[in-house]
């Protein structure tokens, strides 16, 4: 599947192991979303698909979300999930526990969910063990299938994710739902994305780089209220405290920037505000009755791409 066309019939060829969102190719991206509207819509039905299947959901780091919608998914399926919940992992000594945890994992399921603080832990996972292992959340870069989350609740309400103009706005630095999405979106044609975050939270230059690269029109801001409204997607982010090593610098930035009624009222009729949840302050509670917020609706529909991932990977 890796960078490759999948065949007709929408299952994975090759290796099927979802680490990055670049893993997969654009072709395999729109078959995931094909079939999760089939499934949102009740054109299909896949809930025996998984009958006898097992999945283990190995979380090193904290989840509500994302965990129970990957459990959702899999008892929608006809399948059954386990979980290992372990606290943060530091030392190299944990390192070689880890090894050994997947590899359990692997005789005990069919399918391998990790969510880890260490960026590379899917990767290596995926290495040891023969079932698929799907990255459920990765240190600050990786973060796969809310990327194909976002994607797909931005096509079911703009009807493209192509030619559209895009502000990815927060924790740039740390947040890995924002990384994720930028390095998914330069899979489509966006005609915009502003990166918009306070100076001491700017993306990567990587990220940066490889936006050039591959030609993607972006410009970086540190105020919203520019391009409030003109753009089609707002895609807001928490600051993501937990990464933050000194703890003085996250002083610095918290409360920077607060997203409320205010601006959703300038937004254009027809734009969405996006966001994979938990928020803390930068997302006003105030803002979530208006036509524009589709984070709930987001959430819900992660369980529909979920399906279609866990049917593809495990058919
Ligand atoms: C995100 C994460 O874990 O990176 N949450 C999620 O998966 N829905 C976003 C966050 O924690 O800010």
Redesign the pocket.
């Known amino acids: 599947m890796f960078n490759s066309v999948g065949p007709p019939n929408g299952r994975m060829s090759g290796h099927r192991d979802v680490v990055d969102i670049t893993d997969l190719s654009r072709a395999v991206l729109e078959e995931v979303f094909k079939v999760a509207s089939q499934i949102e819509n009740q054109e299909i039905d896949l809930s025996h698909s998984l009958d006898g299947k097992v999945m283990a959901l190995a979380f090193f780091e904290p ?1 509500t ?2 965990r129970l919608s990957f459990e959702s998914a899999m008892c929608r399926l006809g399948g059954k999930a386990i979980t290992f919940l372990e606290p943060v992992m530091t030392s190299a000594a944990k390192g070689e526990n880890f090894a050994d945890t997947v590899r359990m994992l692997d005789y005990y399921s069919d399918v391998i969910v990790i969510r880890h603080s260490v960026e590379g832990a899917s990767r290596f996972a995926a290495d040891v063990c023969n079932s698929p292992v799907i990255n459920a ?1 990765e240190g600050m870069m990786y ?1 796969p299938t ?1 990327t194909m989350i976002d994607l797909y609740e931005v096509l079911k309400c703009l009807g493209n994710i192509d030619g559209l103009r895009y502000a990815v706005v927060g924790d740039l630095r740390h ?3 924002a990384s994720s999405l930028i390095r998914g979106l330069m899979m489509f044609r966006p005609d915009m994305i502003y990166l918009v975050s306070p100076d001491r939270l700017r993306v990567l230059e990587e990220t940066r780089r490889s936006l050039s690269a591959a030609k993607i029109r972006f410009e970086e801001r540190t105020s919203l209220a520019e391009v409030l409204g003109s753009v089609d997607v707002i895609y807001l ?2 600051i ?1 405290r937990e990464r933050f090593g000194d703890a003085l610098e996250y002083e610095r930035v918290k409360g920077s920037y607060s997203f409320v009624e205010d601006d959703v009222k300038k937004m254009k009729k027809d734009s969405i505000v996006l966001h ?3 928020r803390v302050d930068e997302l006003s509670p105030a803002v979530d009755r208006y036509p524009q917020a589709k984070y709930f609706e987001q959430a819900k529909r992660g369980v529909f791409v979920r399906m279609a991932l866990l049917n593809m990977v495990l058919r």
Do not use: Y
Request: proline share 7%.
């Open positions: 989840s979300r994302t959340g973060h809310q947040a890995r739902v982010t928490r993501q994979a949840l938990p």
